[in-house]
């Protein structure tokens, strides 16, 4: 999942270096687009992980195969459909991201060849979770870690000797999501341990059924939808409220924030998503004992990445900055003063995911979005709003700790009343 999320990292990084912080800032328009895309993947993988763990659990294998081509065939159809309107919508979906006049041809650019990347996403991310339900977790960290590791170097070819800009590092995220999800196809078809295809009909009634498994994995993974919307809903707040008081070089410096925390996000998500499989196929065969042993372990494992997110992110800021913008200048230095503070949510945020994944895995959903909710926009959004006018210009920073704080606080305070 790290790996996963450094591929728009490394187009910001060599986007930044290569084209500059006008371009920077234009990726990170386009960013929450690809936090959407993963967040649907999220959403059909971890409804179809929750399902598929329960019905294995059981010794229902039909069903679990069933359930399993359904969310490999349905989730990529969707993000198809929805990679059209978005073709068809890309300005007033691009204004809606915050994007200014001046942002909007080189956002454009970039977001184009972005979209067919969204479709082999999906299968990509989802197809992980299915192969490490399987057996085979070393495959699926290859899904990630092969396509990242391509990433690198085809964004150097395209922006540095190639000279195509940013639309050759959105190419390359395309290019490498596709070979994911090629992998994913090659597996399914040659190398399955347990779970395989099942021949899908077009009935009616196979049609109604299928609609009701895919509403079933909806409403487990929808949670995880939920938390790539915040990251997105932290980008497009605070763009809004960057490019409103510090112009162009707020957002190229808050860019660098929302490149930076996708990785923080993705090693707390793994960590929940990999214990989710072994609560749940617990919690399917009434061995409380063992998803409580794993849910301890997931929480110490959350609360010591969240501890070493936040000290990297402090004491190694100048480094990490300097890979997406040229010291010296104006948001490179916006930067540096905001991104120790921003780093607090870290510690936060990790227990966070840790705790609202328990409640997924074991078909709490209610009580899960609920969480999501608080820390993605019942809190976020008032945090961006306040604090900036009680501090400047720490407050813009300070948000997102604030609102993780406050949800872990809520959260804490349920599990003390139970």
């Known amino acids: 999942m790290v790996f996963t999320s450094l591929l728009t990292v490394v187009d910001g990084i060599f986007v930044g270096q290569g084209v500059g912080s006008d371009a920077l800032a ?22 179809v992980s929750v399902i598929a763990s329960i019905h294995l659990s059981q010794g229902n294998l039909k069903a679990a ?67 490490r339900l399987d057996g085979s977790p070393k495959f699926a960290s ?54 395989r295809f099942y021949p899908l009909k077009l009935s009616r009634t196979s049609l109604w059924l299928t609609a009701r498994n895919i509403g079933y994995m909806v409403r487990s993974g929808f949670t995880s939808l ?68 794993a849910f301890r372990l997931s929480l110490r494992t959350a609360l010591l990445c969240g501890a070493l997110a ?34 607090t949510s870290s510690i936060f945020f990790a227990l966070n995911i840790a705790l609202i994944g328990y409640f997924q895995a074991i078909e709490k959903n209610a009580k899960a979005t609920v969480y999501m909710l608080l820390r993605g926009l019942v809190l976020l959004i008032p945090a961006f709003i306040l604090l900036p006018r009680l501090i400047t210009p720490q407050g813009m920073w300070l948000a997102v700790p604030a609102s993780e704080m406050l949800t872990l606080i809520i959260i804490a305070a349920g599990f003390r009343k139970r």
Not at 98 to 103: H, I, K, P, V, Y
Request: charged share 10%; proline share 6%.
């Open 142 to 195: 290859a899904l990630g870690i092969i396509p990242g590791i391509l990433n690198v170097g085809l964004d150097w070819l395209f922006v540095f000797p190639m000279h195509m800009g940013i639309r050759g590092s959105s190419l390359a995220t395309s290019i490498c999501c596709g070979i994911a999800a090629l992998m994913v196809i090659v597996y399914m078809a040659r190398l399955t341990r347990t779970l």
């Open 26 to 47: 234009a990726v990170n328009i386009v960013a929450p687009l690809f936090l959407i895309t993963s967040g649907l993947a999220l959403m059909f993988g971890v409804g």
């Open 226 to 293: 939920l938390g790539e919307l915040t990251m997105s809903m932290i980008m497009l707040t605070g763009n809004h409220v960057f490019i409103r008081l510090l112009g162009e070089d707020g957002v190229a410096a808050f860019s660098v924030a929302c490149y930076l925390y996708p990785i923080v996000f993705m090693v707390n998500n793994s960590v929940a998503q990999s214990a989710q499989p072994i609560i749940s196929y617990n919690y399917g065969a009434g061995l409380n004992e063992r998803v409580r042993e």
């Open 310 to 343: 936040m000290a990297v992110l402090i004491f190694g800021a100048k480094p990490l900055i300097s890979l997406f913008l040229r010291p010296g200048t104006a948001p490179y230095e916006i930067a540096l003063a905001g991104i120790p503070l921003f780093a």
């Open 65 to 131: 195969n069933i359930n399993v081509t359904q969310a490999l065939v349905v989730s990529p159809l969707l993000m198809l459909i929805l990679a059209i309107i978005l073709y068809f919508g890309r300005i007033p979906f691009l204004r809606l991201m915050g994007c200014s006049d001046a942002l909007l041809p080189l956002a454009q650019e970039y977001m184009i060849p972005l979209l067919p990347g969204m479709i082999f996403t999906m299968l990509e991310m989802v197809g992980t979770f299915v192969i």
